[in-house]
Structures are given as structure tokens and as C-alpha cells.
């Protein structure tokens, strides 16, 4: 079956995201509300390295709704989220930071909701500042958490 340049166009588009920003991994899930249909609705704790920053890892929990329209993808999800990211080993800056720049972005609903972590370095403190938010607003502000991972010289053993 032929596709046309549209087809190859939405391709691309849809591979941008992932190539910019982290890819998390499922490290757990806990059930929060029994579904008869579909999954339930759950919260998802996901682990990422930061992509231009050796030595820094995030956690990130956040809730994915289930039933029928969560298990098809068509569901809304909340915009709770809580992230932790530490060091785990040298802090290596493979290139200039800038201040904002998206680190992980995921999809929460079937259109124009994302959870997104953001990156600013605080040079006075010597510390990086990780941000996560909803892009859809609540009530006049988005839901946000942020970590921060002070730079400091990793010991050797």
C-alpha cells in the first residue's frame, strides 16, 4: 500500500518527541481504582536518566486512568505527578544547558495534554533544578513538583 508525504510527515513528527527528550522505563504500578472494564486506574512510578547529563537519575509517579476509554488511550489523565532525580555517579554536562529545555515529555490525553519535565541549572547554588508539569491548566495554574541535584564531586571506591 503506497502512503503519501503526509503519511511520512506525521511519521516524523510523531518520532521528534523521542528523539529530543528521555525515554522512562516502568519501575512499578500500584492500582488505585477497581475497573470491571478494562485496567484500573493506577499510578505509574517511571525511571529516566537525564539524556545530556551523565550521572542523573528521575523518578517520576504520576496516575494513568484505566477503564475502557484508559485502556483504548482515549482517557484523560490527571495531571498529578511527583518527581525525585539524584545523583548516581560523576555529573558530566555533555554540552551547554539550557534553561527550560524539555528532559521527558509524555502524552496524557489523546490530544494536547503532555506531562513534561524541564531542566534549569542554578549556577549561584551549583545545582540543577527539575521541574514537572502539566500543560493543560487547573484552575488557573498548572499541578508542578520539582528535585534538585546538587553538581558535587562523586567519590570513588
Not at 91 to 100: A, F, R, S, Y
Request: aromatic fraction near 6%; include cysteine.
Amino acid at each position: 500500500m503506497k502512503q503519501g508525504p503526509l503519511f511520512a510527515l506525521a511519521l516524523l513528527l510523531a518520532a521528534v518527541p523521542a528523539l529530543r527528550t528521555a525515554q522512562a522505563e516502568v519501575i512499578a504500578t500500584v492500582d488505585t481504582v477497581f475497573k470491571l472494564l478494562g485496567p484500573d486506574d493506577k499510578i505509574l512510578i517511571e525511571a529516566f536518566d537525564d539524556p545530556k547529563v551523565d550521572g542523573v537519575a528521575c523518578h517520576l509517579s504520576r496516575a494513568k486512568r484505566g477503564g475502557v476509554s484508559g485502556g483504548l488511550g482515549l482517557a484523560e489523565d490527571t495531571s498529578d505527578a511527583a518527581i525525585a532525580c539524584r545523583q548516581i555517579g560523576p555529573i558530566v554536562m555533555k554540552e551547554e544547558l539550557k534553561d527550560g529545555e524539555s528532559v521527558f515529555s509524555k502524552s496524557t490525553s489523546l490530544l494536547f495534554k503532555k506531562l513534561q519535565v524541564v531542566r534549569f541549572l542554578d549556577k549561584k547554588r551549583n545545582t540543577l533544578v527539575y521541574l514537572v508539569y502539566s500543560d493543560k491548566l487547573i484552575e488557573g495554574s498548572p499541578k508542578n513538583s520539582i528535585s534538585t541535584v546538587p553538581v558535587m564531586p562523586w567519590r570513588k571506591e
